[in-house]
């Protein structure tokens, strides 16, 4: 009789060979199959060890949300999809929805949704980006006007500099003519005049300096924004690139109404506006009415 370990080692077997590309079996719905073992072996884990989340996030009925439904057998729904929310009521202690897949293939005891179901989503992500691009290039223009002032306290502290040794350099002088000659009180105040000076030139550097710390930490900060801007703007970009895909015809599998795990829900990313599309309550009459005829009417 086969111990549980060799149960668990011929399945893996059978499943290193499902994902072989070079097996003529090989199939789309597999490429996904080793993601979607390390998940559901995840959660197991995350159960087996009372780690599951306390709370949820709770939908409201007609609510539009990203599913991953694994990889399952046959014309089973696998892989990820949009699906509508069908609970009356949920809460954030409740684990499980109902849902109805959505698809963009048109077939037999499909209900068709029209485009407005992400047309208009898709539209404000776009206006999203718009702005953000809009306020990114301004804050690309303060950047560059910090660096440039940056630039121009470098050169002025360079000048001063410049100055501080042109002043040694009389020191020195003046020791050489004066100094060493004997002459020591009108080098005495030769070098008080010039040593003031210096001390001007060297107070003044030190002003740009502290000058320069500033403009550089504000500098800094903006370069920070604009890196998490950008860091924005591409997750957006990411979703709508998802979402455009989708800006199309959208019907719901009616025969393939199911109950799902929250865990299995997905966003893209904090952009994502999954869970916040609802469907009309019009539109969501016509899908009761339609499972009505499919499951309960004669």
């Known amino acids: 009789m086969k111990s549980k370990f060799d149960i668990c080692d011929e399945a893996n077997r059978r499943f290193k060979e499902l994902i072989d590309e070079n097996k003529k079996h090989y199939l789309e719905k597999f490429r996904h199959l080793p993601y979607w073992l ?154 008080e005049r010039i040593e003031k000076r210096r001390q001007e030139i060297l107070k003044e550097i030190s002003s740009l300096q502290e000058a320069q710390r500033l403009n550089n930490k504000l500098a800094q900060r903006i370069g920070n924004e604009v890196a998490q801007r950008q860091t924005e703007l591409d997750q957006l970009q990411k979703v709508i690139s998802i979402y455009q895909k989708y800006n199309k015809n959208s019907y719901v599998r009616l025969s393939d109404i199911t109950t799902i795990s929250k865990l299995r829900i997905e966003r893209i990313n904090k952009f994502d506006p999954s869970g916040k599309i609802r469907l009309t309550s019009e539109q969501m009459k016509g899908i009761s009415d339609q499972l009505m005829k499919l499951y309960i009417s004669n």
Request: glycine letters at 4%; aromatic letters at 10%; hydrophobic letters at 30%.
């Open 38 to 191: 390390d998940d559901v072996s995840y959660y197991f884990s995350l159960e087996s060890n009372d780690k599951l989340p306390k709370n949820y996030y709770y939908f409201k009925r007609g609510a539009v949300i990203r599913v991953n439904f694994g990889v399952n057998e046959g014309s089973e729904f696998s892989n990820i999809h949009f699906a509508i929310v069908l609970d009356k009521k949920d809460s954030k202690y409740k684990k499980t929805l109902t849902v109805l897949p959505l698809t963009s293939k048109q077939k037999k005891g499909r209900y068709s949704l029209g485009k407005e179901v992400f047309n208009q989503t898709t539209t404000v992500l776009v206006k999203n980006v718009n702005d953000q691009q809009v306020a990114l290039l301004k804050i690309e223009e303060e950047r560059k006007e910090y660096q440039k002032k940056s630039n121009e306290i470098d050169i002025r502290i360079a000048i001063l500099q410049n100055k501080v040794d042109n002043v040694n350099q009389e020191i020195d002088q003046l020791e050489k003519e004066y100094a060493n000659k004997g002459r020591i009180d009108e080098f005495s105040e030769k070098q």
